[in-house]
């Protein structure tokens, strides 16, 4: 009797559009812009610029400190909670979880995948699952502080694939302007990258398993 092997603790699937709306697509990149901004708004990374001044008006000295934002915080966090604590807290994933389902959202739409406007709060056709990790029984807790060092192979691969996918966003932009649809092939290729994204995310920085990613599109 064989065993199915089990599912990544990290999920991303996408309902394949059999019809997309032209003009919608041709206009794209000037219809992100509004969402785009709301989501720079909740990851953009915090830059204070202190300046010493003299009783006489000199300026002696600047110091620019730089934050590391929500998701590079989150990240470290949740790194010490696991390393110190064993205990990874269930409103930080909860978070973590709603944050990447926005941000898969919106880019699932400038990626031409769909014709929705990404929602802040609704699924659609963007289908992100994380599992919430039994911190004792799953994850190691000295693993949080090699992970991003394991998944330097993945970081490469994945920049070889993003430059594709950006290629095939095109070729698919104007299949769609001449034809309504996006070309199956390109559309799995699209969706693979971004699960594969998804999967070393979960692994290198949402630390929510200790499986290593597959080299795997699907």
Known sequence: MTTQPQAYPARLTIDYPEKLDRASSFFRLIFVIPILVILSLLTATATDTVTVITDSGEVLSRVTTTGLGITGGLFVATMLMIVFRQRYPRWWFDFALALNRFSNR????MALLTDRYPSTEDEQSVH???EYPNVEQDLSR???LV???LAIPHYIVLAVLVV???FAIL????AILFTGRYP????DYVVGVGRWALRVQAYATLLITDRYPPFSLQ
Do not use: C, E, Q, T
């Open 171 to 174: 070729i698919a932009w104007f």
């Open 147 to 149: 992970k991003w060092l």
């Open 184 to 187: 199956r092939a390109l559309f």
């Open 142 to 144: 000295w693993m949080p």
């Open 164 to 166: 594709g996918a950006i």
């Open 106 to 109: 919106v880019g699932a739409y």
């Open 128 to 130: 992100l699952d994380l």
